[in-house]
């Protein structure tokens, strides 16, 4: 079971932190996306992942898309960061594979 805890405060006006306890898989995905919407455009997100301690592939799939959006990992553990990294490699794998010729 995943815990999504929103952090905000006077000095962090432009961004918010959600700080990520427990397992994260397929079915929060659509949760921290719905949180996603509810900030205001402009604001920096951020996600803690200090006591994030198991999640899915999916899950791994959406934290790398979330990087390549803009949102800030902290706290990230070994294990997830290079899940994450082979996640990205895969994907800019593919897309060179699938990129139409030039020739």
Do not use: H
């Not at 898989?25 to 997100?45: M, N």
């Not at 960061?81 to 030039?102: G, K, V």
Request: with cysteine; charged share 35%; glycine share 4%.
């Amino acid at each position: 079971m995943l815990r999504i805890q929103r952090i905000a405060n006077e000095k962090t006006v432009d961004k918010t932190i959600f700080r990520l306890s427990g397992r994260m898989d397929t079915e929060d995905i659509g949760t921290l996306q719905s949180q996603f919407e509810l900030e205001g455009k402009g604001r920096q997100i951020v996600l803690d992942l200090t006591d994030l301690t198991l999640l899915d592939g999916d899950a791994v799939r959406f934290l790398e898309r979330c990087e390549a959006d803009s949102i800030k990992l902290t706290n990230c553990r070994s294990y997830i960061r290079e899940w994450i990294e082979r996640e990205r490699q895969t994907r800019t794998d593919e897309l060179l594979l699938n990129a139409p010729s030039t020739k």
